[in-house]
C-alpha cells in the first residue's frame, strides 16, 4: 500500500488485500454512501471531536482519484478555508466535529494534574504494553526486529519524487540495526502536488523565521497557508492574528522574539 505526502497529508495511490486490488472497490462503496459517509460500530462521528463519518475523505477521493488517509478533521485543515471547513454549518454538512479550545485546556490540565501525582508518589507508574508503535520502532532500531513503518525524514532520496529533495516528508521506511532506509513512494499527480507544495514551503519559511526570529515570515506564511486565503483575510486581520499568538506565547519565544 504505498504512500506518500508532505508531513501528516497522507495520500494512497494503490492499495491491496490477498491479491485483490482495493480502489475499485473503494470507489463503488463510496457512490453508495457519499451522503452518509461510513460511521465505525460505536463511534458516532457527533459524540466525539475525533471521530468522522469520512466524507471528506469521500469526496477528495472523487476530485483527486485517490485515497486520503487521515481523520476527516485533520485533512480538512489542509485544504483552502472556503472548503470544509468554511463555517460550523459547513463542517456540520462533512460530519465531523472541530476540537474545542475548552477540551484542549482541560485535556492539558488532567495530563499535568496526572503528572504531579506520578512525581508525589500519589499514584504508581503502571507498566504494561501501550500499543505505542513506538516501542517497535526503538526495537527495531536495536537490532531486535526488522519492521516497515511511516517516518518524517528528508526527502534526500527522493522517495516522493516530484517533491523538493530538501522537504521533510512522511513516508514508509525500513527500520533495522541503526537505520532507517526510506521506501520510494513515486511521484505524486500534478493536482495532489499542487495541495501539498503551499504546505511544503511553509513548513521551510517557518523554520527560518523560528531560528531568525522574523515576524515578517511568519506573517509571510499565514498569508500563503490555504486556509488563510480560503477565507480571504486581510493583510490587517493576518498581521493581528500573528502578533497575537506571538504575545501568547511570548514567555515560551527565545529573546529574539522579545525585542
Not at 46 to 62: P, Q
Not at 82 to 96: I, M, R, S
Amino acid at each position: 500500500m504505498p504512500f506518500s505526502h508532505a508531513i501528516h497529508f497522507t495520500w494512497f495511490d494503490y492499495a491491496s488485500y490477498k491479491g485483490v486490488e482495493l480502489f475499485p472497490i473503494y470507489k463503488e462503496y463510496i457512490e453508495e454512501h457519499y451522503e452518509e459517509g461510513y460511521n465505525e460500530p460505536d463511534k458516532n462521528w457527533a459524540n466525539s471531536a475525533f471521530n468522522c463519518a469520512h466524507r471528506v475523505k469521500f469526496d477528495l477521493f472523487n476530485r483527486y482519484g485517490l485515497i486520503a488517509a487521515a481523520g476527516d478533521r485533520h485533512l480538512a485543515e489542509f485544504m483552502p478555508g472556503n472548503e470544509y471547513l468554511n463555517n460550523l454549518e459547513t463542517v456540520a454538512h462533512w460530519k465531523f466535529c472541530l476540537t474545542t479550545v475548552d477540551w484542549r485546556k482541560n485535556d492539558l490540565k488532567e495530563r499535568l494534574n496526572k503528572s504531579h501525582r506520578l512525581l508525589g508518589k500519589e499514584e504508581d507508574v503502571e507498566l504494561k504494553p501501550t500499543g505505542e508503535e513506538g516501542i517497535i520502532l526503538i526495537k527495531a532500531l536495536c537490532g531486535l526486529e526488522r519492521v516497515v513503518s511511516n517516518v518524517n525524514i528528508p526527502n534526500t532520496t527522493l522517495q516522493i519524487s516530484t517533491l523538493p529533495a530538501s522537504a521533510v516528508v512522511e513516508t514508509n521506511a525500513i527500520f533495522e540495526r541503526d537505520a532507517i532506509r526510506p521506501v520510494v513512494a513515486g511521484k505524486l499527480p500534478e493536482n495532489v502536488r499542487s495541495l501539498i507544495m503551499p504546505h511544503v514551503e511553509n513548513h521551510e519559511t517557518v523554520l527560518k523565521a523560528a531560528l531568525t526570529c522574523n515576524e515578517e515570515l511568519v506573517v509571510k506564511t499565514f498569508m500563503n497557508d490555504p486556509i488563510v486565503k480560503g477565507k480571504d483575510c486581510t493583510e490587517e486581520q493576518i498581521r493581528n492574528l500573528v502578533k497575537d499568538m506571538i504575545n501568547g506565547t511570548l514567555t515560551y519565544l527565545p529573546d529574539g522574539w522579545k525585542y
